[in-house]
């Protein structure tokens, strides 16, 4: 015989349980809670978590593109550029300036640097507009907030996206509901980051980010609005802002100047000089940030002066950069290694046949290029391999991600061109990780090997690399071999200038050049022998004749014992000291070294080899 069953449903808010007396068949009880009160819907306003700041500089015509480009309805709009560059201060006045024009207009701030940022931030914006089912434990807070943004009526906003700087912003599974239940935004139950941003006449979206590539997942490319650093006025205005007084308009000109104009840089810089201040000046911190790299970093590195800046940001500018570093060498090694070769060059006209090879070869292999050693990358019917165009096609690759975080720029005749702070900020980086010698190494060797001899021939490549043979002066490396390079690019620069009549820098150069082989070679090796005679003929242009003269007599004493009489580089020392002798009027004994060399040459080059005819136009 079945049972009976009884079915009961409470729905009076008064009902705290059920009393059952004996009952042989099933009880299903429903318990219906009160429906949630709708809530007054509360009137618009702003969410951006920063006051306004009254120290803000007017950048130009941006905040006029912005006005233009944001005035159409459902508009996206981007601010992309390098991080520092002020793109965040730039969304913090636009999103006031909308309030103050607009005032029935929500302005919503979203921080996107993190998954659980982004998320915190819709829950955020739930709240202060108060939609009905937010706080349901397995409530979709995306969904929420996009169903919201599509609504009907009159209401208005502005959406602000700020520091949306990665791919992978969801990279592990999103809470769709206080921590329990995880879903992914590229998965079934959540779909990506884009859905939840409508095309809604409603409304109009601004990203900042420092990646291109991020920024047009986004937008359109005509709706990217590229953040530079700061023109000088605008750079000049900052200083004095934040300082508080007018300063000497010839240092903070010549500090915003070291700085680059970076917004981020110049307010550490004022900060730092303000809390020491009056112990500490303008001239002090331009005099210290001039003095070594470390130093620089040191300056860099403080943490302070920035009061609208994200929580999770560094007030650093040197940090901020290598965060993307680091996202760059995890997401693409091969770019971080271009970007980390590419450091140590000059920070302009970067040659791309420079920066091509990562990979390093010796001189000790006996190949110093490819053109040196005959080979090619074409198969006989004149195609490329694909294993060479897979190779370009990385390499552009690479080129694109680092122009995308701004990293780097193109120029017109196939160079590249960094700034100054990003190239240390890469070092100190390279540093940190123990890369930085194997880095140096390899910008050693290949400048080496393309850097040709200083001959009139050779002048327009010399002319092109010589500003990066420069900055190898100060880039010593420590392995032997990487010494040898060094010193082989230093003395053919040092030829060049001493061809071009720069005396200071043939100087420089051919002195590096003669320590680091004497170093590594000895007193008697035909390099260090090589490289005594530059010292020598640079002196002779400077006009230190006894300088000259104690190197040459020492290189032609030593290239006679150990090459011989009439070898061609003992002649060349014996013309060169001939040279000085005449230069300081003692014509006698440059006559006689003169005939001998003539005499020499004749007999063991013949009368018309180019080097007879040189000493007999000596005579």
């Known amino acids: 015989m079945a049972h009976p069953r009884a079915i009961s449903t409470f729905t009076s808010s008064g009902n705290r349980g059920l ?76 999103g006031y300036r909308i309030r103050e024009q607009l005032p029935e207009t929500w302005v919503f701030w979203v921080h996107a640097g993190s998954t659980a940022r982004l998320e915190q931030s819709y829950r955020d914006i739930a709240e202060h507009v108060k939609i009905s089912g937010r706080k349901e434990p397995k409530a979709n807070i995306f969904k929420l907030v996009y169903e919201w943004l599509c609504g009907g009526g009159n209401r208005k906003w502005l959406f602000v996206l700020d520091n949306i700087d990665h791919n992978c912003l969801f990279p592990e599974a999103v809470s769709a509901g206080q921590g329990k239940q995880k879903t992914d935004l590229d998965g079934k139950d959540l779909q990506s980051l884009l ?41 000049l205005a900052l200083f004095e802002k934040k300082l508080g007084v007018l300063g000497n308009d010839k240092v903070i000109a010549e500090l915003a100047v070291a700085l680059e104009f970076m917004p981020l840089a110049i307010v550490q810089a004022a900060a730092y000089i303000s809390r020491r201040a009056p112990r500490y000046s303008m001239r002090q911190f331009l005099e210290d940030f001039r003095k070594s790299d470390h130093k620089k970093t040191s300056l860099l590195n403080f943490e302070g002066g920035h009061l609208r800046r994200d929580l999770e940001a560094k007030n650093s500018i040197i940090i901020t950069w290598q965060i993307s570093f680091e996202h760059i060498q995890r997401s693409r090694s091969s770019a971080a290694d271009l970007l980390s070769l590419m450091s140590f060059f000059d920070r302009q006209g970067i040659p791309e046949v420079l920066v091509r090879s990562r990979a390093r070869t010796g001189i000790e292999s006996g190949c110093t290029s490819q053109e040196e050693s005959g080979t090619d990358n074409e198969r006989e019917d004149g195609k490329k391999s694909k294993s060479v165009s897979s190779e370009e096609d990385g390499f552009e690759d ?62 327009t490549r010399c002319q092109a690399l010589f500003p990066h043979a420069k900055s190898a002066i100060t880039q010593q490396p420590r392995a032997d071999g990487s010494l040898r390079e060094w010193a082989l690019l230093l003395h053919n620069a040092a030829w060049y200038a001493w061809r071009k009549g720069s005396v200071a820098e043939a100087i420089q150069f051919s002195r590096g050049a003669m320590g680091a082989r004497k170093k590594i070679l000895g007193q008697e090796h035909k390099e260090t022998l090589s490289s005594m005679a530059m010292v020598g003929v640079a002196y002779s242009l400077g006009g230190r004749w006894d300088k000259a003269e104690e190197l040459e007599v020492q290189v032609m004493e030593t290239t006679k014992r150990v090459l011989g009489e009439e070898h061609p580089s003992t002649l060349s020392s014996i013309a060169n000291l001939a040279s000085t002798y005449r230069n300081q009027g003692r014509w006698k004994e440059a006559e006689e070294l003169d005939v001998q060399v003539m005499k020499t040459r004749k007999r063991v080059l013949g009368e018309e080899h180019p080097d007879t005819l040189s000493s007999i136009a000596n005579l």
């Open 398 to 459: 690479d080129i694109q991600i680092l122009r995308d975080y701004s990293f780097i720029s193109v120029e017109t005749n196939r160079t590249f061109e960094m700034h100054a702070l990003v190239q240390l900020a890469t070092r100190k980086w390279l540093e940190a990780s123990g890369q930085l010698e194997k880095w140096k190494q390899q910008y050693i060797r290949n400048l080496s090997v393309k850097f040709p001899v200083g001959e009139y021939e050779n002048w």
């Open 19 to 94: 009393d059952v007396g004996y009952n042989s068949g099933n009880v299903n009880a429903h318990f219906h809670p009160p429906a949630e009160r709708p809530e007054t819907p509360p009137n618009p306003k702003s969410t951006i978590p920063f006051r306004r700041d009254p120290d803000f500089v007017d950048r130009g015509t941006i905040l006029d593109q912005l006005h233009e480009k944001c005035a159409l309805p459902a508009s996206r709009t981007a601010l992309v550029g390098l991080g520092g560059v002020g793109k965040s201060q730039l969304a913090i006045e636009y």
């Open 195 to 235: 859905a939840y941003l409508p095309q809604s006449q409603n409304g109009w979206f601004l990203i900042t980010s420092r990646s291109r590539d991020v920024a047009l997942k986004l937008v359109e490319n005509k709706d990217i609005i590229t953040v530079e650093p700061m023109a000088k006025p605008q750079a």
